[in-house]
C-alpha cells in the first residue's frame, strides 16, 4: 500500500513543483540548476509526509501543495550546499553529478541560495488562500527550523565535532536539528494548515521526531553497510571526514537495535494519535525509513 502511495505522491508532486520552477527562465544557468538539483531523483520524503499527514486529519491535500513545494526546496539547497567541497566535497549525489560538479561551484553557491530564497516566495505567495495568521505561523516555523533553531544550527555543530569524539547529547543534537527538523517540519505545518487538535498535533509531531532520529540513524548504518549503486554515493565519507555517528559510539549492531526500537515507539505512536486505520500509512512509512537501502 506505501509503495503504491509514495509513488502516486511523487507524481504529484513532482508536477507541482514542476509547475512552480517553470515560471523561472532567468538568469538561466539558476533556473536550470535549481530544476537539476530539485529533480536530481530523491523519495519527497518531507512533501508526501506533509499531504500524508493532511489527508489523516481529512483536510484537502491540494492546501498543503506550496508549503510542500517549499519544505522540498530548502531540503534541496541543503543538499547542494552539504555537497559542496567546503563541506561534504561530494562529487555525486543520488548517481548523478553534484550541482557544483555540473555548473560550477560559486553556480551552485547561487543555485542554493535561490532555492533557499524562492521557497518562502512559494510558500507565502502560494498561500494566501489559507489566510494572513496560517501563512505567518508557517513562514515562522520553516525558517525556524530550517535556520540557526534548527538545521542550520545542527549542521554547524556537525562541521564542528568532526575530528572529535562528541558524547551523545551532542550527537543527539546534531541528528535532531541537522536531519530531524526537516522531518518534523512538515508533519508540523499540516497540523496548523489543517487545525489539528492539540493532542492529536503533540502525537504526530512525537512521531515525526522518532521518524527523523531513525532516518539519520539508518544514514550512519548506510554509510557503513551501502553499496554506491544503491544510494547513490560514496560509502564510507563519515569515517573520512572522522564524523561522530551513531557506530562510532554503540558500535555498529547496537546502533540497530536503537534503530529498531525508535521505529518501533514511531508506529506505536502513530496509533495513538490516529488509530489503527488512519496510521497504516505511517507504520509503514516508519518501516520504510527502517529498511530502506537508499
Not at 484537502?60 to 555537497?83: C, N, R
Not at 530550517?146 to 550527537?171: C, H, R, Y
Request: overall charge negative; charged content about 30%.
Amino acid at each position: 500500500m506505501l509503495n503504491i502511495y509514495m509513488k502516486e505522491k511523487r507524481k504529484v508532486i513532482d508536477e507541482v513543483m514542476e509547475g512552480y520552477l517553470n515560471k523561472l527562465k532567468y538568469p538561466s544557468v539558476i533556473a536550470e540548476g535549481m530544476k537539476y538539483s530539485l529533480f536530481n531523483g530523491g523519495k519527497r520524503l518531507r512533501p508526501m509526509l506533509l499531504l500524508m499527514t493532511l489527508e489523516a486529519l481529512g483536510v484537502d491535500e491540494k492546501k498543503g501543495y506550496a508549503t510542500a513545494t517549499a519544505i522540498e526546496m530548502i531540503h534541496s539547497y541543503s543538499l547542494v550546499h552539504d555537497d559542496l567541497p567546503a563541506l561534504d566535497n561530494d562529487d555525486y549525489r543520488r548517481g548523478k553529478l553534484t550541482t557544483h560538479k555540473k555548473f560550477g561551484e560559486a553556480e551552485a553557491i547561487l543555485i542554493g541560495d535561490a532555492l533557499l530564497t524562492h521557497s518562502f516566495n512559494v510558500i507565502s505567495a502560494g498561500n494566501i488562500d489559507l489566510g494572513g495568521e496560517k501563512v505567518a505561523r508557517l513562514v515562522a516555523l520553516t525558517s525556524s527550523y530550517a535556520g540557526i533553531n534548527g538545521m542550520i544550527g545542527g549542521q554547524m555543530i556537525d562541521i564542528e565535532s568532526e575530528g572529535k569524539k562528541v558524547e551523545l547529547p551532542t550527537l543527539q543534537y546534531i541528528h535532531t536539528h541537522k536531519t530531524g527538523m526537516m522531518i518534523k517540519l512538515p508533519v508540523e505545518a499540516a497540523c496548523i494548515i489543517g487545525e489539528a487538535p492539540e493532542e492529536t498535533t503533540t502525537k504526530l509531531v512525537e512521531y515525526s521526531e522518532l521518524i527523523g532520529l531513525a532516518f539519520q540513524i539508518k544514514d550512519d548504518i548506510l554509510d557503513i553497510e551501502g553499496e554506491f549503486e544503491k544510494i547513490g554515493k560514496p560509502v564510507g565519507s563519515d569515517e573520512e571526514l572522522e564524523k561522530s555517528t551513531y557506530p562510532q559510539i554503540f558500535g555498529l549492531e547496537k546502533t540497530k537495535e536503537i534503530l529498531s526500537e525508535k521505529i518501533e515507539k514511531a508506529k506505536s505512536v502513530a496509533v495513538e494519535a490516529l488509530g489503527e486505520e488512519k496510521a497504516e500509512l505511517f507504520i509503514g512509512l516508519a518501516d520504510f525509513i527502517g529498511n530502506r537501502e537508499n
